[in-house]
């Protein structure tokens, strides 16, 4: 099978369509955190952070009764809708020192990625809340079970201090350009084309925990069969050899917290992997094999967390676990999906 390609003409109005359509809803979105700025405004920055400790602590108790809750409070564990004191809840036993903040008082959301230990073994915890009238209405928690992963995240020493620097206003965008810009991120995945997002050139991702561009650990690779080294890559770079052709879809995208300040985006997204890509062909290389976790139909809720400087994309973390094919966020606007 061969990699997906766009002409660059039609690539380019793709991509302005695309960004369009991502403008919209980040002005919906606006829209919406006006309407509820009464309710928000009174809630800052370290008032956000401070419920997530507050969350941390009534996990470890566990007992959602030490929050304050709205009547309406909804909990999504993985994409499923759960009563407070299950899942999670119930198994919570410590934390490790891993701890990222991303604020948003004027959509008065917080997110959170961290490591948290149930029954002992070390998990990754990545978790949106929403608060209103000083009042939890919403929590999302993503807690992707791969022990290795966490430890990996909690041995890190901590998120690079570049996402907590504040830009001057030269380097900073709008709420709306933010948001374009973190969609065309997964155009420039669901196309294989990197030059449909603009990436500085010190950008770096990391996958649970783990660098996964510019990352030089020679072991690192992909097919063990192969020399493809796609792990030393830069992040346009990576995307181009047509590596992550394997994700046919990207939906359910959602802008929750934005940060104009420090250029801060917070995405939470659904990837499709139909299971029927078995290799890609990579441009001056040749034909590379996918491992076998990509070879069967599975889906994947992720948060994945944006630093953005001057326009471009200088840092990602994504955290995410294998789901069943298909599933649902339990946060979209409509049941309704297209799968590949």
Not at 164 to 174: F, K
Not at 232 to 254: A, F, H, M, P, V
Not at 266 to 274: K, N, S
């Amino acid at each position: 099978m061969h990699r997906k390609t766009l002409a660059p003409g039609l690539a380019a109005m793709l991509l302005i369509v695309l960004g369009a359509f991502a403008v919209e809803n980040s002005r919906a979105g606006d829209h919406a955190a006006q309407q509820d700025s009464s309710n928000t405004a009174s809630c800052d920055r370290s008032c956000l952070i401070e419920f997530v400790g507050r969350y941390r602590s009534a996990l470890l108790a566990h007992d959602a009764t030490r929050l304050p809750l709205a009547s309406d409070v909804r909990y999504t564990e993985n994409t499923i809708s759960l009563p407070l004191g299950k899942g999670l809840w119930a198994t919570a036993n410590g934390f490790g020192s891993y701890k990222q903040y991303f604020a948003d008082p004027s959509s008065g959301q917080v997110g959170f990625i961290g490591v948290v230990k149930e029954n002992d073994i070390p998990a990754i915890l990545a978790v949106r809340l929403k608060i209103v009238n000083r009042r939890i209405t919403e929590i999302e928690a993503i807690v992707p079970r791969e022990s290795k992963s966490a430890s990996t995240l909690d041995a890190s020493g901590g998120p690079s201090a570049l996402w907590d620097e504040v830009l001057p206003p030269s380097e900073r965008r709008s709420r709306e350009q933010l948001a374009s810009i973190t969609n065309s991120y997964f155009e420039a995945i669901v196309h294989s084309n990197g030059s449909l997002a603009p990436f500085d050139k010190n950008c770096r991702r990391a996958e649970n925990g783990s660098y996964s561009v510019l990352n030089p650990n020679p072991t690192l690779t992909w097919d063990p069969k192969s020399s493809f080294r796609p792990y030393k890559l830069g992040c346009e770079e990576q995307l181009n050899t047509g590596i992550w052709s394997y994700i046919r879809n990207i939906r359910d995208r959602r802008f929750p917290i934005v940060d104009e300040e420090r250029g801060l985006v917070v995405a939470l997204i659904m990837f499709d992997h139909p299971g029927t890509v078995r290799y890609f062909d990579v441009p001056g290389f040749g034909r590379v094999n996918n491992p076998p976790e990509f070879l069967k139909p599975t889906s994947m809720e992720i948060l994945e967390a944006f630093k953005i400087r001057n326009g471009l994309i200088l840092q990602v973390a994504a955290e995410g676990g294998f789901l069943p094919y298909g599933i649902t966020s339990g946060w979209e606007k409509t049941s309704e999906r297209s799968l590949p």
